[in-house]
């Protein structure tokens, strides 16, 4: 996600200092024109303002507050921006921290997948500093369709897992049809498209019912990522004591698939888990 969306930075004209643990997925950064720095201290020091995508809340902390991470080269006049996916409580984590150093804070998740990211089309859901946002506004509007600004930090993660929880289950029951309509001796294909035409059509499933009936999930979103993101949106209906067992069902599909070696599949590959002899 991290590629696709500093790409259309440097090709709109911004200047833009890239990092990555692995850097030869800088390579092609650099060849359109962007700087390197060898750390995230480099990066953070060298610019106004820095966008973090890691993985998950454990990669966002190191590479935000580890050794020569991103909050040793902030300082005041400076802004850091985590559009990674990631818990509430890590996000205050990191917005402490990077605070502590007189700097400003803006958590800023996106929904949106490879291709939206591709083409400029994500949706990002922020909160933090409101003078940061109105900053980077001009840049997310490179890299987005729509903004959301969502008041105090924790809430644009909240928002992010939430939306993430429904299209997790979503993707389960779905799979469920799938396989059910198949079972009965329906085509799956004519399913795809019965449901495309009613209330309850979204893109997602024209999007990825075709290759799902093929068995192929080439990845957009890799399953690892949805299987963490149910389990933080969990977690945060655990805080507040809100029953989800529809999701927490989900979950558990999502674990299986990823038991069967399909963590770096798409999301999609959820319908393995629900076969009797999985493929991976
Ligand atoms: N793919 C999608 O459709 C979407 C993903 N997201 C979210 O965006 C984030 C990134 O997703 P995506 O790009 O798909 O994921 P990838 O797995 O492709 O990329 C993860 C990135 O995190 C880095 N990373 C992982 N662990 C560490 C670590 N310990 N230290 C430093 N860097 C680390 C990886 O570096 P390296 O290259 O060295 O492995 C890589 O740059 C996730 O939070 C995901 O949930 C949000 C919306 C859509
Ligand atoms: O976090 C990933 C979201 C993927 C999507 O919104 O299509």
Same mark, same amino acid.
């Given at each position: 996600?991290?590629?696709?969306?500093?790409?259309?930075?440097?090709?709109?004209?911004?200047?833009?200092?890239?990092?990555?643990?692995?850097?030869?997925?800088?390579?092609?950064?650099?060849?359109?024109?962007?700087?390197?720095?060898?750390?995230?201290?480099?990066?953070?020091?060298?610019?106004?303002?820095?966008?973090?995508?890691?993985?998950?809340?454990?990669?966002? @902390?190191?590479?935000?507050?580890?050794?020569?991470?991103?909050?040793?080269? @902030?300082?005041?006049?400076?802004?850091?921006?985590?559009?990674?996916?990631?818990?509430?409580?890590? /996000?205050?984590?990191?917005?402490?921290?990077?605070?502590?150093?007189?700097?400003?804070?803006?958590?800023?998740?996106? /929904?949106? /997948?490879?291709?939206?990211?591709?083409?400029?089309?994500?949706?990002?859901?922020?909160?933090?500093?409101?003078?940061?946002?109105?900053?980077?506004?001009?840049?997310?509007?490179?890299?987005?369709?729509?903004?959301?600004?969502?008041?105090?930090?924790?809430?644009?993660?909240?928002?992010?897992?939430?939306?993430?929880?429904?299209?997790?289950?979503?993707?389960?029951?779905?799979?469920?049809?799938? =396989?059910?309509?198949?079972?009965?001796?329906?085509?799956?294909?004519? =399913?795809?498209?019965?449901?495309?035409?009613?209330?309850?059509?979204?893109?997602?499933?024209?999007?990825?019912?075709?290759?799902?009936?093929? /068995?192929?999930?080439?990845?957009?979103?890799?399953?690892?990522?949805?299987?963490?993101?149910?389990?933080?949106?969990?977690?945060?209906?655990?805080?507040?004591?809100?029953?989800?067992?529809?999701?927490?069902?989900?979950?558990?599909?999502?674990?299986?698939?990823?038991?069967?070696?399909?963590?770096?599949?798409?999301?999609?590959?959820?319908?393995?888990?629900?076969?009797?002899?999985?493929?991976?």
């Amino acid at each position: 996600m991290g590629s696709p969306m500093a790409l259309n930075l440097i090709k709109t004209g911004c200047d833009v200092t890239v990092w990555n643990r692995t850097k030869s997925k800088c390579d092609p950064l650099i060849s359109m024109g962007a700087k390197y720095k060898p750390s995230p201290e480099e990066v953070t020091a060298a610019c106004d303002v820095t966008f973090a995508m890691l993985a998950d809340p454990e990669s966002a @902390m190191e590479v935000a507050c580890g050794k020569h991470g991103a909050v040793s080269g @902030m300082g005041p006049g400076k802004g850091y921006v985590d559009v990674s996916t990631v818990d509430g409580g890590t /996000s205050k984590l990191i917005s402490g921290h990077i605070k502590a150093s007189g700097a400003s804070f803006l958590e800023a998740p996106v /929904s949106g /997948s490879k291709k939206p990211a591709e083409d400029g089309q994500l949706i990002f859901l922020t909160a933090g500093d409101k003078s940061l946002y109105e900053t980077v506004t001009p840049f997310l509007d490179i890299m987005g369709k729509s903004r959301f600004y969502l008041g105090e930090v924790g809430n644009g993660a909240a928002m992010k897992l939430i939306v993430n929880m429904i299209m997790g289950s979503m993707m389960a029951t779905f799979s469920e049809g799938l =396989l059910l309509s198949e079972k009965v001796g329906l085509d799956p294909n004519v =399913l795809v498209e019965v449901v495309s035409k009613g209330a309850i059509s979204a893109p997602m499933y024209a999007l990825k019912g075709p290759s799902m009936v093929k /068995s192929l999930y080439p990845t957009a979103f890799p399953l690892k990522h949805q299987q963490k993101d149910m389990r933080l949106a969990l977690g945060l209906a655990e805080s507040v004591s809100q029953p989800t067992p529809i999701s927490a069902a989900a979950n558990e599909l999502y674990k299986v698939a990823k038991s069967h070696g399909l963590s770096d599949s798409d999301f999609s590959a959820v319908i393995e888990a629900l076969k009797g002899k999985v493929q991976s």
